[in-house]
């Protein structure tokens, strides 16, 4: 090779390596400037906990952020967790995101909410969704690239501050009643294969979690409208060749173990939870979760102090929660 070839070669890897790390300092400062609006619902709260005080964390899509409250856990047995549910989350988003989160958080249990296996946005192939997250996870600038029209001169050299904590630890309530009619949605039969791609990453979070001394589970919250027994046996095969337990709320025995009700428990008619049917399937994970792994108890523990607060208050909006909750079935009735 010539040394003018190897000037050349040397001035452009020079120019790629400049301009990828000014891709990624401008990424960064565009992220808002709050974690609480850091992601979708409220997810980003997590930035605010101390660190290596979740011993639970979950990972998922708005069927987790409306169907899984980690607070009951620490009501019932002083466990710890954190729901990082995002609208629209996929496999991908939770690889790359799970490895951030454990520059802050050492979760003991990581657990997987399973709607994500399958879950694909608009129009767009798998390919194309997969590029999309995977780009907006290794870039922030493609994920943050319209925050530049909210920066002002008077926020323009603001410090990020990713102290704010949700009393919620991700759980988005919703006291709405509207029922499920669309009948059983478990009685078919067949397996749905699972994405290669999506498998994957599957296993990068598999391997991940190895790496961390995190136990895995696999768990599915109600779904009327996405979620069969296809689903279900396609999950369950790559759970039981990987060693994973999985958990179905769907399956008709938890439901009335739970005793979930669709005419009740759904805010919008299947899709989702409500209270009703978060706290039901919420506490059957505290149980297993105590049943099945090693967990401290941190009530009244020294250094959990906030967390014993966010628990009164908790309690105090669940009370008001509830009567929403039936002023909503009065009216449904």
Not at 207 to 219: G, I, M, P, S, Y
Not at 313 to 319: I, K, M, T
Request: negative net charge; contains cysteine.
């Amino acid at each position: 090779m010539s040394k003018t070839w190897l000037k050349h070669l040397l001035r452009t890897a020079a120019f790629l390596l400049a301009l990828l790390v000014a891709v990624g300092l401008v990424g960064e400062y565009l992220k808002p400037h709050s974690n609480r609006y850091l992601t979708g619902y409220t997810a980003g709260g997590i930035l605010g906990e101390d660190f290596d005080t979740i011993d639970v964390l979950v990972l998922g899509d708005s069927n987790a952020a409306q169907g899984i409250a980690p607070m009951e856990w620490y009501h019932q047995a002083g466990i710890t967790g954190y729901t990082y549910g995002v609208g629209w989350f996929s496999v991908y988003n939770a690889y790359y995101r799970l490895r951030r989160i454990y520059d802050e958080q050492s979760p003991k249990v990581v657990v997987l909410g399973t709607a994500i296996i399958y879950s694909k946005k608009g129009n767009e192939t798998r390919v194309q969704n997969a590029v999309g997250d995977i780009m907006d996870e290794l870039f922030p600038l493609v994920r943050f690239h319209d925050n530049w029209k909210y920066l002002t001169p008077k926020n323009l050299l603001e410090e990020h501050d990713y102290t704010w904590r949700d009393i919620n630890k991700g759980f988005t309530p919703l006291t709405g009643v509207h029922s499920y009619g669309g009948g059983s949605y478990m009685d078919d039969k067949g397996v749905a294969p699972i994405d290669p791609l999506v498998q994957l990453y599957l296993r990068r979070i598999v391997e991940l979690c190895a790496q961390h001394d995190t136990k895995l589970v696999f768990v599915t919250v109600p779904c009327g409208n996405a979620w069969n027994m296809a689903r279900h046996n396609g999950t369950a095969a790559f759970a039981a060749e990987n060693g994973i337990p999985y958990v179905d709320y769907n399956l008709d025995h938890n439901l009335k173990a739970i005793g979930f009700d669709w005419q009740t428990d759904t805010p919008d008619s299947g899709d989702h939870l409500n209270v009703k049917g978060a706290w039901k399937v919420s506490q059957a994970m505290g149980h297993y979760l105590a049943a099945n792994y090693a967990l401290p108890d941190h009530r009244g523990e020294p250094g959990y102090q906030d967390w014993d607060a966010d628990l009164a208050e908790y309690l105090a909006n669940r009370q008001l929660q509830q009567a929403s909750v039936e002023t909503a079935l009065a009216a449904a009735m």
